[in-house]
């Protein structure tokens, strides 16, 4: 059974820093595109950075320069460092594993909850 478990959310002032992990099932780790997405309340869920199993990132532009996704293959966990937060980042942050073409498929963790109070 596919399991991605977060952790690491909680409570922050504004500018403070942050990392949230996603521990994933062996099985799948290696070959997926791993990603964090976001949502807030009354809000659609976004993109907020992913990571290939090659190491190319890719970011939203509201979290360009001030979040690091990053993943230790040895450890089939993602991190997601979160650095000058704001406010307007409190969300659930959720984790994705996903693989496209031949073979296709997509996880989502149960998400934790990031609260940065102004």
């Known amino acids: 059974q596919v399991q991605l478990v977060e952790s690491g959310g909680g409570l922050v002032q504004a500018g403070g820093s942050l990392r949230i992990s996603c521990a994933a099932s062996r099985s799948i780790f290696s070959i997926s595109t791993m990603g964090w997405y976001r949502q807030a309340p009354g809000k659609q869920r976004e993109l907020v950075a992913t990571?290939?199993?090659?190491?190319?990132?890719n970011y939203a532009d509201s979290v360009k320069g001030r979040f690091t996704i990053s993943r230790d293959n040895a450890k089939i966990t993602v991190y997601l460092q979160m650095s000058s937060l704001k406010p307007e980042d409190t969300a659930v942050y959720y984790c994705n594993a996903a693989k496209r073409g031949w073979g296709a498929f997509e996880y989502w963790g149960q998400g934790t909850q990031v609260t940065v109070s102004s």
């Open positions: 990571i290939t199993n090659g190491g190319s990132t």
